[in-house]
């Protein structure tokens, strides 16, 4: 047996609740939570921007709390149930088939969306804020988000969104 091999981590069964469907994945221990969800399941709306954590590409929500996937292992979220945005609109009840998360809705009428990079992260960071805070104030949202880096210009059209997707859920008709 080589050494390679002899010294090739075990790999480690991994039990997770990704956007509703139960996975069962062979990881190996030393395998980020992004690195599974992107390469075994295909779910790529999560990026790594800067493989640190520092700029929020990668958060998904592990429990309903935003986790960077980039510096969470995919061992540490066993058990744990993962929403990423790809699942995000299947969270509501009675939607239509190929319709948007009200945050989604909310991010394009107010021009909440950029490059786009960013905007997966910035969307699931909004949700875990407004599922905890139904109405936040815009310095909440501004610290809610503070995490979120987005490189294309100022944070205005994503604090709008935020405020917009706010009203939304709570029923209150807005226009953008």
Known sequence: MSEARKSAPKK????????GTRHELLVEPRRTLLEVLREELGLTGAKE??????????????????????LTLAVEAQGASILTVE???DTV???????LHPIQEAFVDAHGVQCGFCTPGMILAA???LDEEPDPDEARIREALGG??????GYTKIVEAVKL??????GEEVEA
């Open 12 to 19: 480690m069964v991994v039990e997770l609740e990704v956007n």
């Open 49 to 70: 921007g800067c493989g640190l954590g520092a700029c929020g590409t990668c958060t998904v929500l592990m429990d309903g709390r935003p986790v960077r996937a980039c």
């Open 87 to 89: 699942g995000l609109a």
């Open 93 to 99: 009840a009675d939607r239509e088939p190929g319709a």
């Open 127 to 129: 949700k875990a804020l």
């Open 148 to 153: 979120q880096v987005c490189r294309c210009t």
């Open 165 to 170: 997707a706010a009203h939304r859920l709570s």
